[in-house]
């Protein structure tokens, strides 16, 4: 069984500063990974994804993430915050069913994200 | 030219009604689903289809079942509604192989539904 998690409700940072929204997973093979966004009354928007090679990978509006095994995280990273980026970020990992017959995407708990002006 | 399209987009109904939402996508993607939200954001898979094929059917209740007339449209239909229903209801579809499940979703605005 998969499980993905996200240990902050919410994050703020002010605008023009570093963000960083973390995410841990756990998976019994190797881990797909991916990073959606929802801003209010909309549905979730694809980010970004690992699947293999580069840890360190680049998505939308200059979102990144970094993928490290040995601590089984995948933060999402941005230089300089936004105002827009304020939203509610997902963390989701790919993994086999409990019943190893099929594959699904497990959503984490979401982290909203407030960025100051 | 929206890519996944949902109808409707509010639905406020007693309970006990039956009800219905409707899902297109013009991707050409295989896959679809459908996904509750609750009102702490929770996201939760109910149902995957393939090709028109059940793939996931999360121990959702049977109250609710999902049609797929084609690979374009993922239907879902909900008998005898309960107050525990009211959730926003998303549709989501992935180019994915079946079993798969290694490619981005592409999610729906949604459907909220207000169960009274």
């Known amino acids: 069984a998969q499980s993905v998690a996200q240990p902050e409700d919410q994050v703020n940072v002010a605008e023009g500063n570093p963000l960083t929204v973390k995410c841990t997973y756990s998976?019994?093979?190797?881990?797909?990974l991916f990073w959606y966004v929802q801003y209010p009354n909309r549905g979730l928007q694809f980010l970004l994804k690992y699947i293999t090679g580069d840890n360190l990978v680049k998505g939308s509006y200059g979102f990144e993430a970094e993928f490290n095994k040995s601590q089984t995280s995948f933060h999402l990273k941005k230089p300089s915050a936004l105002v827009s980026d304020s939203a509610l970020y997902f963390c989701?990992?790919?993994?086999?069913?409990?019943?190893?017959?099929?594959?699904?995407?497990?959503f984490g708990i979401g982290t909203k994200l407030q960025v100051i002006p | 030219d929206t890519a996944v399209s949902q109808t409707p987009k509010y639905l406020v109904t007693q309970m006990g009604n039956d009800k219905s939402i409707k899902c297109e996508q013009n991707l050409g993607h295989d896959t679809m689903y459908w996904y509750k939200q609750d009102s702490k954001k929770f996201l939760k898979i109910m149902f995957s289809?393939?090709?028109?094929?059940?793939?996931i059917n999360e121990t959702v209740p049977n109250r609710f079942s999902p049609k797929s007339p084609d690979k374009a449209h993922l239907n879902l239909h909900i008998n005898s509604l309960e107050l525990g229903d009211s959730a926003v209801y998303f549709c989501?579809?992935?180019?994915?192989?079946?079993?798969?499940?290694?490619?981005?979703?592409?999610f729906g605005p949604g459907t909220r539904l207000t169960v009274l």
């Open positions: 989501a579809s992935s180019q994915d192989q079946g079993w798969e499940a290694y490619n981005e979703q592409f």
């Open positions: 989701a990992v790919r993994d086999w069913s409990d019943s190893g017959g099929y594959q699904k995407v497990t």
């Open positions: 289809y393939n090709n028109k094929e059940l793939i």
């Open positions: 998976v019994s093979g190797n881990p797909y």
